[in-house]
């Protein structure tokens, strides 16, 4: 990081990837379009097919779901329900979640989903979901917006661990039954400037971004801090790279350093962090290490 300056980041500043042509079997996606995605730092998507009403919904139902009472959310709360060591689910008050850089925590609460079926071999590894019943909607939403948003991430894994070189037999093993997390995030109102979520790289193999509520997300590439600005990033989705996908291919790829900025009007975002099966061996610091226990590490620094 060379300064804190931000300067505005347009679409046609990057290259965009289209997701229809990723899906197609017919067509024989170039490689280096999808290398140059990934090679830029950020990954845009367009004709993803994720709908706006399904979006809306979910941000309606999460905006429903913040302003409840605060002693109802706690039923919902991570700290009150079995959570799993390799993934948790459900409430995270205020202030729950710390960067690594910083010592301070962020300025934030938000809900995990994850994915509702499992080998039952998993139960002590994954957390089942725990739905808010005051929400009519939530369980339908989430869990399709879960289903759509993982269905993306697959066909993004897939298809770059094949140009890195690994075996489509072992690429189906690992992307199988993934512990990932869909997260629904609420940032405050303030009336200063400064940053509500410290400078952090996720430790998934990719971060799915649906347009947030306003703006207030920061890119960080090549060491200079960008802020998506302008209409066209509405219909798009920000996919950035997590480190286990950086571990996966031996660095070429890097994480994608980002933060968010305090906005004078509520903020609601989501995020999809898309996770390979917990079971899968990583190369990390000359050792290797299982999936599960990079994120139940991670989990830990973070504080949850
Ligand atoms: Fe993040």
Not at 8 to 36: G, H, M, N, S
Not at 116 to 138: M, V
Not at 223 to 247: A, F, R, S
Request: charged share 20%; with cysteine.
């Amino acid at each position: 990081m060379k300064s804190n300056k931000t300067h505005q980041l347009k679409v046609e500043d990057l290259k965009i990837l289209d997701f229809e042509k990723l899906c197609v079997p017919e067509i024989i996606f170039p490689d280096a379009e999808l290398l140059e995605s990934f090679n830029q730092g950020v990954i845009i998507l367009e004709n993803h097919q994720v709908s706006k009403n399904l979006l809306n919904q979910a941000y309606q139902d999460s905006f429903n779901f913040f302003h409840l009472d605060s002693d109802i959310k706690m039923k919902y709360a991570y700290q009150n329900t079995k959570q799993g060591a390799y993934g948790n689910t459900g409430y995270f008050p205020f202030g729950s979640e710390k960067a690594i850089s910083v010592d301070v925590n962020d300025e934030k609460e938000f809900f995990h989903v994850a994915r509702n079926f499992f080998p039952s071999s998993y139960s002590e590894f994954y957390s089942k979901n725990y739905w808010p019943e005051e929400i009519d909607s939530f369980k339908d939403t989430f869990s399709n917006l879960f289903n759509q948003l993982e269905f993306i991430g697959s066909v993004l894994c897939q298809n770059i661990l094949r140009i890195l070189g690994y075996e489509k037999s072992y690429i189906s093993e690992i992307l199988v039954a993934g512990n990932s997390i869909l997260r629904s995030i609420k940032y405050p109102v303030t009336r200063e400037d400064g940053i509500c979520a410290a400078p952090h790289t996720g430790i998934q193999l990719i971060g799915i971004q649906p347009p947030a509520t306003s703006k207030g997300l920061e890119i960080n590439l090549n060491g200079k801090w960008y802020q998506p600005t302008g209409d066209e990033w509405n219909d798009k989705l920000i996919i950035n790279i997590g480190e286990m996908l950086g571990h996966l291919s031996e660095n070429k790829f890097k994480p994608t350093l980002h933060r968010v900025a305090k906005t004078q009007i509520e903020r609601h975002a989501i995020v999809f962090f898309y996770h390979p099966n917990h079971l899968t061996k990583i190369k990390y610091k000359n050792n290797t290490i299982m999936a599960g226990e990079l994120i139940k590490n991670r989990l830990s620094e973070l504080g949850l």
